[in-house]
């Protein structure tokens, strides 16, 4: 999909992500969505992520050469990282509204968990960017990857209900 400028293709990730947060039904079928329909949500955000990432580094051929075979890798380890989040956001809004404290605790023991391992992978991968792409372009990227991440978690939060 292209679209003219980042702030509309965040818009969309954003809109993407929210569908996938909340599992709707198909519009054509009222099916609920299946692991394959958000396989395909998936997919279309990390095109959409490639794009706003395109556009904000603006490399150098010699860069873009060296950047996203680790960009792969790393989108890669994200997704291994993000299906604990999408697990998480599909039992919470499925238990939300009759949570014990049994299952409280199991919430936020694996939400930290995902933020840990969130910021155990970011870590990781600050040498193998920088050997691509140089300090000062890495730091740019971890800029651009954080407020992707963050428009995310603002767009996440914004569609779950609080527990009751």
């Avoid at 919470?92 to 605790?105: F, I, S, V």
């Amino acid at each position: 999909m292209k679209l003219i400028n980042g702030l509309l293709i965040g818009t969309v990730v954003l809109g993407t992500l929210g569908a996938l947060g909340q599992a709707p039904a198909d519009a054509n079928t009222g099916r609920p969505t299946t692991e394959d329909d958000i396989a395909v949500l998936r997919q279309d955000i990390q095109a959409d992520k490639t794009e706003i990432i395109t556009r904000s580094m603006q490399f150098t051929d010699d860069q873009s050469k060296a950047f996203w075979p680790v960009y792969r890798n790393y989108a890669h380890d994200q997704q291994v990282i993000g299906d604990q989040r999408v697990s998480l956001i599909k039992d919470y809004a499925a238990n939300y509204d009759h949570l014990d404290d049994t299952q409280a605790q199991s919430y936020i023991e694996r939400a930290l968990k995902f933020d840990e391992d969130t910021l155990k992978l970011r870590k990781s991968y600050v040498s193998k960017f920088e050997k691509a792409i140089g300090a000062k372009q890495t730091a740019k990227f971890y800029q651009v990857d954080n407020r992707l991440s963050l428009l995310v978690s603002v767009q996440l939060a914004a569609l779950l209900p609080i527990i009751k």
